[in-house]
């Protein structure tokens, strides 16, 4: 079964440092996708993507955050400058055009901002 | 806005019981509904989704959840909980109207008795 793959699973940073979270979302998707979970939270949407550039994105997603889709394949978000309220989990998800099948999330990243 | 309400925050149950979980969300037409499973420090995996047709869907690990228009919910159901059923459990809705994001409820805390 098609899987939507996030790298690294685990990152630790220092506030201020950038930091980019990488994913591979399915191949024949046309939706890409970032969430984020603070411990114990609910999942956020942050943004989305789609045709090469943001269809919608939330409150949360300020100009420190970006999202990229460098190649045919890689989507990444990067933070600029991470702060302690950035440590989360961060998950990517593809769709097909019209959702119909579902989202496809990927294991997520893990962000510790120290 | 689109919203999602999950009451329970968390519910406990003993092995072999029956489990209930409720959603109910908030929208003017019916949305697509979906349920994901995370298991502790895992990613969010499809359990089932409802667009159309038949109001009791089946999915996998022997859940299925019934959407009821006229209470607005789309409540996930097991006959018989296993200690592997131990997880959070998110209800979702979307896309709607053109906004592919989906908005998830808190999600609620499983716990499985022995």
């Known amino acids: 079964e098609p899987e939507v793959t996030q790298t690294p699973s685990h990152q630790v940073t220092q506030m201020g440092q950038e930091v980019i979270l990488r994913c591979v979302p399915i191949?024949?998707?046309?939706?890409f996708y970032w969430y984020r979970q603070i411990l114990g939270q609910k999942v956020e949407f942050l943004v989305s993507?789609?045709?090469?550039?943001?269809?919608?994105k939330s409150e949360i997603f300020d100009d420190q955050f970006s999202v990229e889709r460098p190649d045919g394949s890689n989507f990444t978000l990067k933070i600029r400058s991470t702060k302690l309220e950035d440590s989360a989990m961060y998950f990517c998800?593809?769709?097909?055009?019209?959702?119909?099948?579902?989202?496809?999330f990927g294991s997520g990243t893990r962000l510790t901002v120290v | 806005a689109q919203s999602v309400t999950q009451p329970d925050i968390h519910i406990t149950v003993s092995e072999g019981a029956s489990l209930e979980l409720r959603c109910n969300y908030s929208?003017?037409?019916?949305?697509?509904l979906f349920w994901y499973v995370q298991s502790p420090g895992q990613g969010l995996q499809l359990l089932l989704k409802?667009?159309?047709?038949?109001?009791l869907v089946q999915g996998i690990k022997g859940f299925e959840a019934e959407f009821k228009r006229s209470q607005s919910s789309f409540n996930l159901r097991k006959p018989s909980v296993h200690w592997s059923d131990a997880a959070e459990y998110f209800c979702?809705?979307?896309?709607?109207?053109?906004?592919?994001?989906?908005?998830f409820g808190q999600g609620t805390r499983l716990t499985i008795n022995p």
């Open positions: 998800a593809s769709s097909t055009l019209t959702g119909f099948d579902g989202y496809t």
């Open positions: 191949s024949n998707h046309l939706y």
């Open positions: 993507f789609y045709n090469n550039e943001i269809s919608e």
């Open positions: 929208y003017g037409a019916t949305p697509y």
């Open positions: 409802y667009f159309s047709g038949d109001t």
């Open positions: 979702a809705v979307g896309p709607i109207q053109g906004a592919q994001k989906l908005v």
